[in-house]
């Protein structure tokens, strides 16, 4: 059975708070896997994740060269969280334009544009879309659903 974010009163705003999830993609055509730490900021309906990072990083290696690359996505992923959120989809670097509300809400997770500043040529914005959610929810014990994400596109 497949369950939605209201099933899991409190998940959105775990989302919301948690400074950090972990992202993990191919950095090359031999499939070697890069995993790093990001801050991101979310929505929920469709449920996507966004990043901003230099694009000389060992992440943007091959999405430089292909317009999306398939990614995983964890977030709450330390001893004692409420949830913890299991994704897999895909990762893209989008233009920034029309996303005015998104950025911003980035950079108050973030902290500041310090090193990460769109206006900077060096930096690019990373869309994750997943199509396959798992929740575990630790206030229900070890409680883990599929979560329903068909708004995602």
């Known amino acids: ?12 705003k775990f989302l919301d708070n948690e400074p950090s999830c972990v992202l993990s993609l191919p950095i090359d055509d031999a499939g070697t896997v890069h995993i790093a730490a990001m801050v991101y900021y979310h929505t929920a309906k469709p449920l996507q994740f966004y990043f901003v990072t230099d694009r000389s990083t060992e992440k943007c290696k091959l999405l430089v060269h292909k317009a999306n690359l398939p990614a995983a996505v964890v977030v709450g992923a330390v001893p004692n969280t409420q949830f913890s959120l299991q994704m897999r989809g895909h ?5 920034p334009e029309g996303h005015d509300k998104k950025v911003a809400a980035f950079y108050r997770k973030y902290g500041g544009k310090e090193n990460v500043d769109l206006a900077d040529p060096k930096n690019v914005l990373l869309e994750f879309t997943p199509n396959w959610a798992r929740v575990t ?9 599929l979560l329903d994400i068909s708004g995602a596109k």
Not at 6 to 11: E, M, Q, R, V
Not at 91 to 95: A, E, F, K, L, P
């Open 1 to 12: 059975m497949e369950h939605t974010t209201a099933n899991y009163p409190g998940l959105d």
């Open 91 to 95: 990762v893209s670097v989008i233009s």
């Open 137 to 145: 929810d630790y206030s229900k014990g070890y409680d883990r659903a």
